[in-house]
């Protein structure tokens, strides 16, 4: 099978066209694909699809690299999947639309080859991720709820949770350098309350159109960037009434861009940041 490395600020993929015939991948297939050891190695599989209806351009599937399992969204692989697209001469030109399993994501390749994504809309309804949030007693900052989500040894992680297509808990620290999240990153992703699990984002703010971000992923663990973690992150310093309309994110693997201009009706988000090739080979499998 013919296959295309690609990374968005460190966070990596394995990307496949599979436009002209179905993808026919096992989940055990997909898990030896993504092993860092055995396989090629990344945190998503990427698969580019046939439009499934003429409102859209392409079908974009999303695996875990690790548990071979389908995810519902991932930001800085859709930067990757637009820039693949363009450059390979699948799409028509620089702007295409999307449909992942739940929703539908514009995508723009800049002719500086980074890519800007309009992210849809967030959700903040706890059943949207789902989130159980019965019995906790939540606080209020700006427009934001935060919820005191119970950990191992008495800790308590204040967080806020909404939905991007993918599920999200933010928790505000005063250095992610020295953040515990190797600790509280896998208690809160497989924490109980969150039925499918959840991205826990750590976020330091440095400014109001400024921070720095390190986010624990569901399955794969710390990543060095999380596209829809930023925005989930910015989303929640918005509404808290931290940060400004515009925000530049840094990652362990490099610096996005996410803007929000309309928190008063829960409009669109979009994220800006780079997508880079890194090289095309073939595997048996």
Not at 17 to 31: F, H, I, N, S, V
Not at 73 to 82: E, S
Not at 120 to 129: E, I, R
Request: charged share 20%; with cysteine; net charge negative.
């Amino acid at each position: 099978m013919h296959f295309t490395k690609m990374h968005g600020a460190g966070n990596d993929f394995v990307v496949i066209d599979a436009t002209r015939a179905p993808l026919a991948l096992t989940r055990e297939q997909l898990r030896h694909l993504g092993d860092r050891r055995f396989g090629v190695g990344c945190d998503q599989i990427l698969v580019i699809t046939a439009a499934p209806d003429t409102t859209v351009d392409f079908g974009y599937r999303i695996f875990n690299g690790a548990s071979g399992d389908e995810v519902e969204h991932c930001g800085n692989g859709a930067r990757c999947f637009a820039r693949y697209v363009v450059e390979r001469g699948l799409a028509s030109g620089p702007e295409v639309r999307v449909r992942t399993i739940n929703r539908t994501l514009v995508l723009h390749v800049r002719p500086d080859g980074r890519v800007t994504v309009n992210m849809g809309t967030p959700d903040f309804a706890p059943a949207s991720l789902p989130f159980d949030p019965s019995g906790l007693a939540s606080r209020t900052e700006g427009q934001e709820t935060f919820w005191p989500l119970p950990l191992a040894d008495g800790q308590v992680a204040d967080v806020a949770t909404l939905s991007m297509g993918n599920p999200h808990a933010v928790l505000r620290v005063a250095d992610v350098a020295t953040a515990p999240v190797a600790l509280w990153g896998p208690q809160i992703e497989g924490h109980a309350r969150f039925a499918h699990r959840v991205n826990a984002g750590f976020m330091q703010v440095v400014a109001p159109d400024a921070v720095r971000l390190r986010v624990y992923e569901r399955d794969a663990g710390e990543t060095l960037a999380c596209g829809s973690g930023a925005v989930a992150a910015v989303v929640a310093g918005i509404r808290a009434g931290w940060l400004a309309p515009e925000v530049e994110v840094a990652t362990r693997g490099g610096a996005l861009r996410v803007a929000w201009y309309s928190p008063q009706d829960e409009g669109p988000v979009t994220l800006t940041g780079p997508a880079t090739f890194v090289f095309d080979g073939d595997i048996a499998l």
